[in-house]
């Protein structure tokens, strides 16, 4: 009984594994497109972040 429990909790742990190294990928991907978008400036002592070009997520 015990045996069975525990290779049903690998199992799951595996999955999660497994949906959290999708997960991060897609966030790497993500941030890639996202850096090329943000800048930031400064006018006198106001601070700006400016978002420009084209953002697409898949």
Same mark, same amino acid.
């Given at each position: 009984?015990?045996?069975?429990? %525990? =290779? +049903? %909790?690998?199992?799951?742990l595996?999955?999660?594994?497994?949906? %959290?190294s999708?997960?991060?990928?897609?966030?790497d991907? %993500?941030d890639?497109?996202?850096?090329?978008c &943000?800048?930031?400036? +400064?006018?006198? +002592?106001?601070?700006? &972040?400016? &978002? =420009?070009?084209?953002i697409? =997520?898949?």
């Amino acid at each position: 009984m015990n045996e069975e429990l %525990l =290779t +049903r %909790l690998v199992e799951a742990l595996e999955g999660i594994n497994n949906n %959290l190294s999708e997960i991060a990928v897609s966030l790497d991907s %993500l941030d890639k497109n996202i850096d090329g978008c &943000i800048s930031c400036s +400064r006018n006198g +002592r106001s601070k700006y &972040i400016c &978002i =420009t070009g084209d953002i697409n =997520t898949y």
